[in-house]
T-cell receptor
């Protein structure tokens, strides 16, 4: 069975702090995809990143970075120098190779609050 | 660019009523899915489709029906609404090759009283 766990339900930081959102997954598939989505207070779901299981390189996009470690089944997300606009619920998700974006298993979500 | 369009945005139903949530996408995506979002539980897959005429159940299919007669449309039917179906519903679509991230609609907030 596939499962995604985001153990941090809520995180509160002050602006400019760095924050890491944890994601741990379980799957028996040898090929799979991992995703992060952002849900701002307005409610829409915004795609942030997709990573396949063959690519363990860390990725950086501006203030965002992702650390994928197959050895610990983790795909953590770090925001550097957080800003108030980063306040949102963040979801980590997993899919198998053949379904990819069509059949996602989501974690419970982490609500990030960035205070000025 | 419309992307994924869901209607309605808000709906209140009485217990036992039926209704259809509409979802349409204009990206020619093969995959379409319905999820429900409940507090503390993330998004859970209700039904999904890998192409016109093909559907399958997700994690929480009971009380919902789907059909996919065209590539563009994937309606979700609530047969006899129950308070437990109060939730926010999201429709998503994705391609089967290339960049396969799911694109989500704006969501439908459904309240069953």
């Amino acid at each position: 069975a596939q499962k995604v766990t985001q153990a941090q339900t809520e995180i509160s930081v002050v602006e400019k702090e760095d924050v890491t959102l944890d994601c741990v997954y379980e799957t028996r598939d040898t090929t799979y995809y991992l995703f992060w989505y952002k849900q701002p207070p307005s409610g829409e779901l915004v795609f942030l990143i997709r990573r396949n299981s063959f690519d363990e390189q860390n990725e950086i996009s501006g203030r965002y970075s992702w650390n994928f470690q197959k050895s610990t089944s983790s795909f953590n997300f770090t925001i550097t120098a957080s800003q108030v606009v980063d306040s949102a619920v963040y979801f980590c998700a997993l899919s198998g190779f053949y379904n990819q974006g069509g059949k996602l298993i989501f974690g419970q979500g982490t609500e990030l609050s960035v205070k000025p | 660019n419309a992307g994924v369009t869901q209607t309605p945005k808000f709906q209140v139903l009485k217990t036992g009523q039926s209704m259809t949530l509409q979802c349409a996408q204009d990206m020619n995506h093969e995959y379409m899915s319905w999820y429900r979002q409940d507090p503390g539980m993330g998004l859970r897959l209700i039904h999904y489709s890998v192409g016109a005429g093909i559907t399958d159940q997700g994690e929480v299919p009971n009380g919902y029906n789907v059909s996919r007669s065209t590539t563009e449309d994937f309606p979700l039917r609530l047969l006899s609404a129950a308070p437990s179906q109060t939730s926010v519903y999201f429709c998503a679509s994705s391609a089967s090759r290339g960049n396969t991230e799911a694109f989500f609609g704006q969501g439908t907030r459904l309240t069953v009283v």
